[in-house]
């Protein structure tokens, strides 16, 4: 067994998360302990059948139903994990982690955390993120939800019981990460806890609130402000049927982003 990045490797072991995956392709999360036992309508696979065997092994429940099992992904266990608050969905997830560039080493502050989603996607993709969050049970479960991803994920994790409204306490940070309602409250805040160059990253459900935020970026040292949506299509194969899924999730949510860039005032010196 070895760590790498957050990640285990080598053997399933007691201790840690298996994802059992049925022939439908429904999956479960289950945490592997000695003796334990996974309970399904197709009756019980016992956990010692799955601990010290590779990923992607194959058991069968009593009644003969196979399961696969492998290591859950970082989308896997958000999609699983117990939620305090609404999450951002892996789609937009990754879409946030290449849009506001984030990188091993980056300084970063996130608000509100809520059940730590996002949180999961920064600590994973190497970054140090500081989290504000008003409610202290959501901030708990967040530390719970990292702490998930291994032993090594909350040296770079810190949550405070903030109100991200009444201003940031870090300077020199790389990143702001906002999924809160009023993003547009933050942004002369972020413009004087960022580096320049950093960049602002916020997710908002609703247009009106795009719109809001849009007008305070504009009014401030932020600039390059993009807006988009993440619009993820299934597609069935198998065999010849090949199609769209019929299903998709219709909208979560909107993610903009701004560069912090000099103040404007500097622009008529020159001249
Ligand atoms: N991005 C998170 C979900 C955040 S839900 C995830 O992926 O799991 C929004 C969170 O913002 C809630 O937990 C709420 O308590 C918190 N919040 C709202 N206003 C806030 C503020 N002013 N400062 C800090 N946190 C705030």
């Given amino acids: 067994m070895s760590t790498e990045g957050g990640r285990q490797r080598g053997p399933l072991h007691a201790g840690e998360a298996a994802l059992f995956v049925d022939a439908k392709g429904r999956r479960y999360l289950v945490d592997l302990r000695p003796g334990g036992q996974f309970h399904t309508h197709t009756g019980t696979v016992g956990h010692d059948e799955v601990i010290g065997r590779d990923e992607g092994a194959l058991v069968r429940s009593a009644t003969g139903a196979r399961y696969s099992v492998v290591r859950p992904t970082l989308a896997d266990r958000v999609l699983a994990m117990p939620r305090a608050a609404q999450v951002i969905y892996p789609k937009d997830l990754g879409a946030i ?3 506001a560039d984030v990188f091993p080493g980056a300084r970063i502050l996130e608000a ?8 999961m996607a920064l600590v994973r993709a190497g970054a140090s993120v500081v989290g504000y969050e008003v409610r202290e049970d959501f901030a708990a479960r967040a530390r ?3 702490a998930a991803l291994g032993e090594l994920a909350l040296e770079r994790y810190r949550v405070e019981p903030r109100d991200l ?5 870090e300077r020199g940070l790389d990143r702001v990460a906002l999924d809160l309602p009023e993003p547009w409250r933050v942004v002369p805040h972020a413009a004087a806890a ?3 160059g950093g960049i602002l990253v916020s997710y908002l459900p609703s247009i009106h609130q795009v719109g809001q935020l849009r007008a305070a970026i504009a009014a401030s040292d932020f600039g390059l402000a993009e807006t988009f949506e993440v619009l993820h299509r299934g597609w069935h194969v198998e065999g010849r049927a090949v199609r769209p899924e019929h299903r998709m999730v219709g909208h979560t949510g909107f993610i903009t982003v701004a560069r912090l860039l000099q103040p404007r005032h500097e622009e008529g010196r020159e001249g």
């Avoid at 509100?112 to 949180?119: E, I, K, N, Q, Y």
């Avoid at 409204?165 to 306490?169: N, P, R, V």
Wanted: charged share 5%; net charge negative.
């Fill in 194 to 196: 960022l580096v320049p």
């Fill in 112 to 119: 509100g955390v809520g059940s730590g989603a996002l949180s």
């Fill in 97 to 99: 982690l290449v849009a």
């Fill in 144 to 146: 719970a939800n990292v």
């Fill in 165 to 169: 409204y009444e201003g940031i306490a």
